[in-house]
């Protein structure tokens, strides 16, 4: 299994009750998530990088089947031997993967075969987890684990992309009115927080799980620093739009102003004008512009810009962990129900909104730490061969399972995409 960072030894066989539970509960929240949608809600494609949330609820099976119950359940009968075309997302070395444009065009299997696929592998697996081969217990484990911890990126990306699908309809459906409100705004002065320089150790080590990239711990050099208290503002970047931030080349990086000639873009994704007035598509509906709310669904490229019109810059991402080493991972997640970013809340002196909210774009490349080594197999696609023409975020969002997140944790997105829950912190020089 190469170098997950999941080392029990033998896990006991109680290990794997307690496992057992914690898959049904993560099982059981992606059907949640997709309660509220209607049958044709599950089907739609609104883009390339979006996946019809039936992909996902059957994809996210796929993975615990291949990796999982094919190689380890005695006896284990796919339910269909054409879900391991369809369903497999990227794994070349495992299969031949259905195109991800083209996943919209599979009005079949339905979305009620779907979840009857789900429950075929939740019964095998709750098999292969009663009574494990001992000789493969431990590999089973880390599996399951990397398994989970999938499946908690499905959730956030299923809700990145109902969001989506809902809001090219010009009704502006509502995915859930029940969504918590936001509480009230403190009105957050931005601070500039000081942290030290010098050879610092970044990247995870000891117990507990992480991902291959997130790997080996590491020494950086950094120079003196300086990290906003927290995250820019819908009011802030209305500023920044206002002083012609989107119509200023000196602002932009090359392949950035290309782009905002060539979509045409205004403002960040899912703003609207109406009667005059700024809305924005969440969620809950579309809604005024809340001022003191982090501004959301940036571009790297719109991060970029607006940092250099600040006079300031984009964290790397040692910095960031940096700061964030010492601070709990608390904050706005999934569990919290606001599915949308909330104000800060002005409580205490250090970083806030560090964790949840918004991923944080930093200035750092998606590349591998010195002396990384992707998982063997077929798992070895799951991260390792995306290390090119990405950046790196930091920090979870308001979609992220609070179990899921963790300081060294490196999310990566290409510079141009701007659907996923991302937003930016400043950074400066002493």
């Not at 609207?272 to 598509?281: A, D, K, S, Y």
Request: charged share 25%.
């Amino acid at each position: 299994m190469g170098n997950l960072a999941y080392r029990s030894g033998q896990p006991a066989l109680a290990h794997f009750d307690a496992l057992l539970e914690r898959y049904r509960h993560v099982r059981a929240l992606s059907e949640g998530l997709c309660a509220p949608l209607t049958i044709e809600d599950h089907v739609i494609q609104s883009m390339p990088d979006v996946s019809p949330p039936k992909w996902h609820l059957a994809h996210m099976s796929w993975f615990f089947e291949a990796f999982l119950l094919k190689p380890f359940l005695a006896g284990y009968r796919p339910l269909d031997e054409a879900y391991d075309h369809l369903f497999n997302s990227y794994y070349q070395t495992h299969g031949t993967p259905f195109e991800r444009a083209r996943r919209g065009l599979l009005s079949r299997p339905g979305v009620a075969e779907v979840y009857a696929y789900r429950r075929h592998v939740d019964e095998a697996m709750a098999d292969l987890l009663a009574q494990p081969p001992a000789d493969k217990a431990a590999q089973i484990a880390e599996r399951v684990a990397l398994g989970l911890q999938h499946e908690q990126q499905h959730q956030e990306l299923l809700l990145m992309d109902i969001k989506h699908i809902l809001a090219q309809n010009p009704l502006h459906p509502i995915y859930r009115s029940d969504l918590q409100p936001a509480p009230a705004s403190a009105h957050e002065k931005l601070r500039w927080l000081d942290y030290e320089g010098g050879v610092r150790s970044i990247g995870h080590e000891g117990e507990g799980f992480a991902f291959d990239c997130e790997r080996p711990r590491h020494r950086e050099f950094i120079e003196d620093f300086q990290l906003a208290s927290r995250l820019v503002t819908n009011g802030e970047y209305l500023s920044f739009m206002a002083d012609g931030g989107y119509a200023r080349p000196e602002l932009w990086l090359s392949d950035g102003w290309d782009l905002v000639r060539r979509a045409d873009w205004h403002a960040p994704l899912y703003w609207q004008r109406h009667e005059g007035f700024w809305h924005e598509m969440t969620l809950g509906g579309l809604r005024p512009l809340a001022l003191d709310t982090p501004v959301c669904h940036l571009s790297f490229f719109e991060a970029d810009a607006y940092a250099r019109w600040a006079g300031a810059r984009l964290p790397s991402e040692a910095e960031w962990e940096v700061a964030a080493a010492d601070q709990p991972p608390r904050g706005n997640f999934l569990e919290d129900d606001h599915l949308h970013p909330i104000p800060a809340s002005g409580d205490g002196d250090g970083p806030q909104q560090l964790f949840g909210d918004l991923w944080e774009w930093t200035a750092s490349a998606y590349r591998p730490y010195p002396g990384f080594r992707a998982l063997d197999g077929s798992l070895g696609e799951y991260n390792g061969k995306f290390m090119s023409g990405q950046m790196v975020l930091r920090g979870g969002c308001c979609a992220t399972p609070e179990t899921h997140i963790r300081a060294t944790y490196r999310n990566f997105f290409p510079p141009a995409a701007r659907w996923q829950f991302a937003g930016l912190r400043l950074a400066r020089e002493v």
